[in-house]
């Protein structure tokens, strides 16, 4: 979006939601549809417009979805308020190891989604996601600690400091996969899942 675009976005997500303000305010995904060697609108156009909605009171907080290392390194060079949060998928298929260090560096905290897998990308990192909760390692590890395969998998990623967007609209699953706070993996049972 172009910065003027980002105020109105923020307005109209507001008034959605009927709220005075957002806790947490997103760029989606570092890309705009224009082919060529830069990206226009620039990242730093729109993170500026992000920005001016802290400074106003519209946004709490402010992130990136979806930013390389590079990328968000990038934005060390003119960023006045540093990304809060990045959120990525994640998850024992697609760990992102060395961006959860780089993003740690940074002082940018980690948010995985689609930690129980994602048919969307399988093509992409080369598997099945969909299948994710499906492994024999994370079923055995289920049985073991008495959990299902969602609560290991959710387990695993707020273990390793992230925190998680798991999608579900059933009442009974969402339940479930709130309880992950009470109990954890093994040092073992992380190693395998790593």
């Known amino acids: 979006n172009t910065g003027r675009d980002v105020p109105k976005a923020c307005e109209q997500t507001l008034n959605d939601l009927k709220l005075d303000y957002l806790d947490l305010y997103l760029i989606h995904w570092p890309v705009t549809g224009n082919t060529g060697p830069a990206l226009s609108p620039s990242i730093e156009e729109t993170w500026k417009a992000m920005e001016a909605l ?14 390389s290392m590079k990328k968000l390194a990038a934005m060390k060079s003119y960023a006045k308020i540093f990304p809060a949060v990045n959120q990525v998928e994640l998850h024992p ?45 994370i079923q055995q590890i289920g049985q073991a600690v008495g959990k299902s395969a969602a609560q290991v998998l959710i387990r695993w990623a707020v273990q390793r400091g992230t925190s998680v967007v798991p999608k579900s609209v059933t009442p009974s699953r969402i339940e479930t996969n709130l309880d992950v706070l009470e109990w954890s993996l093994s040092d073992e049972q992380m190693a395998a899942l790593s």
């Open 54 to 67: 802290c400074t106003s009171g519209k946004c709490k907080s402010i992130g990136v979805s979806n930013f």
């Open 93 to 137: 298929l697609l760990r992102q190891d060395a961006l959860l260090q780089a993003a740690a560096e940074l002082g940018c905290h980690l948010t995985a989604y689609s930690p129980l897998g994602s048919p969307d990308s399988s093509s992409m990192i080369g598997h099945d996601g969909a299948k994710l909760m499906e492994l024999p390692l």
